[in-house]
């Protein structure tokens, strides 16, 4: 059971918006930033949002972050077919002095 | 270039121990928080602890299910992070990556990661 909780499918069609959510508490989200990383399989992670709207250099705009009080969510518009991977959420959490992440959401392109 | 491979991964015993190594180029080592990251077979990502830069005291922390099994060192002088994982249990089976901590960001960059197998 992870700390952060995200839906562990979601889908759309080439073009269409999809988001994720991460629900988390005030330890965790509601006090620190959140972070986004993509994985496709058989590879490691790569940073895709910090910072809760902060994208590194490289991550298409398509991508974006925001938050909402103990929730943050990653939303990809113009859906494209390379954006079907798994993607988490993380964040620090007061309470247990660590990292926590999402348990992953897989993307599907249909 | 930023670049972290990970090297020791291996088949262990419930019980036994193995060091994990992570050989770092292409930034300033010395002042770079550090992390190790896992992910068990078919599952997600974990948060395994972090050591920090010698600048900043050095100091480390663990998740709770490593906490006083697992000991995270570095070695500014080769570039060398290092993860000595002892009392290993069938739960630690994962792939483990290295990653930068970045200004912003709880993880930047990651290694390829290295397989730990613990099984009798």
């Known amino acids: 059971q992870s700390v952060l909780t995200q839906p562990p499918s979601a889908s759309g069609t080439p073009g269409q918006r999809v988001t994720i959510s991460c629900s988390g508490g005030?330890?965790?989200?509601?006090?620190?930033?959140v972070d986004w990383y993509q994985q496709f399989p058989g590879t490691a992670p790569r940073l895709l949002i910090y910072g809760f709207y902060q994208r590194p250099s490289g991550v298409p705009d398509r991508f974006s972050g925001s938050k909402s009080g103990t929730s943050a969510s990653l939303a990809i518009s113009g859906l494209q077919s390379e954006d079907e991977a798994d993607y988490y959420c993380?964040?620090?959490?007061?309470?247990?002095?660590?990292?926590?992440f999402g348990g992953g959401t897989k993307l599907t392109v249909l | 270039e930023v670049q972290l491979v990970e090297s020791g991964g291996a088949l262990v015993k419930p019980g036994g121990s193995l060091r994990l190594s992570c050989a770092a180029s292409?930034?300033?080592?010395?002042?770079?928080?550090l992390n190790w990251v896992r992910q068990a077979p078919g599952k997600g990502l974990e948060w395994v602890g972090l050591?920090?830069?010698?600048?900043?005291?050095?100091?480390?922390d663990y998740a709770a299910p490593v906490r006083g099994r697992f000991t995270i060192s570095r070695d500014d002088s080769t570039n060398t992070l290092n993860l000595q994982m002892n009392s290993l249990k069938i739960e630690d089976t994962a792939v483990y990556y290295c990653t930068t901590d970045g200004n912003e960001s709880y993880f930047d960059d990651w290694g390829q990661g290295t397989l730990v197998t613990v099984s009798s």
């Open positions: 050591i920090k830069s010698k600048t900043d005291g050095g100091t480390t």
């Open positions: 993380a964040a620090w959490d007061d309470s247990l002095s660590g990292v926590v």
């Open positions: 005030r330890s965790n989200i509601g006090d620190n930033s």
């Open positions: 292409g930034f300033t080592f010395q002042n770079v928080w």
